[in-house]
């Protein structure tokens, strides 16, 4: 039995953390209301951005030497899988959510004796991930958002996919993060970014079809437009994952709390037991030894 120095001692322990993790929660819970804005108002613009793009690649699509970002090299024998996650931990299993599903879907790849290289962002996922395809991991990226997210970190990251497939790494990229839902729901997402994924319709010419006039013509502009989205849907993925980590981090820091009330009843009523029979042994032995003399 545990004396009552030990059970002060660790009621002591778990009532410091429970400040931690209630801190932590108030500054997750600060940080979310941001996130979830700039996750949502980037939403539309992205999702206009791939519309347009769908009809603009409906001109020039089976076109010979069309840009890469839309049509890729032509060849599905390497492919580039970016994996998303946070630099921190205490945000419950939303990076293992990721690499859960990245795994799964490497495997996949490689059992259709495809070649796969792995572009994380954000340590927690190179960290999980590089036990088991750490030679695969051919570029890592963290730090993303420090001191506070920004479109450059998209173009960044869009740049360094842009110049891969210039060098002939990889014939087709596909971006795997969480998207956030709500405060406590992420859903995992698989998007991919080249070549340019377009809407069924769009891709078969059926359905309704606007008609647009470009100066100075499609090509020409889809030349300065694909990278832009590029760096756009990056920007949105990223946003969609920040705003999810914080949610997460709420809900686990929010769950870790009440986890460590319980545990401070529970060792209260303990040591208030142990008190109490501490007190009662005590009481016997002086009537024990008063009766004796």
Known sequence: MASLKDLRVRIKSVRNTRKITSAMKMVAASKLKRAQDQAEAARPYAERMERMLASLAAGVAGIPGGPKLLAGTGEDKVHLVVVMTSDRGLCGAFNSSVVRGARVFIRSLLEQGK?????????KGRDQLKGEFGRLIVKSVDGIGKPRLTFQNGVTI??????????????????????????????????????????????????????????????????EILPLNLAVQTYRALLESFAGEQGARMAAMDNATRNAGDMINRLTLNYNRTRQAVITKEMIEIVSGAEAI
């Open 115 to 123: 070649t796969v290289n792995i572009f994380t962002v954000g340590r």
């Open 158 to 223: 869009a740049s360094e996919i842009t110049r891969m497939l210039e060098a002939g790494e990889f014939d087709v990229c596909t971006l795997i993060y969480n998207r956030f839902k709500s405060a406590i729901s992420q859903v995992l997402t698989t998007q991919q970014l080249v070549p340019l994924a377009l809407p069924a319709a769009a891709a078969t010419g059926t359905g309704p079809q606007a008609t647009y006039e470009f100066e100075p013509d499609d090509a020409a502009i889809l030349d």
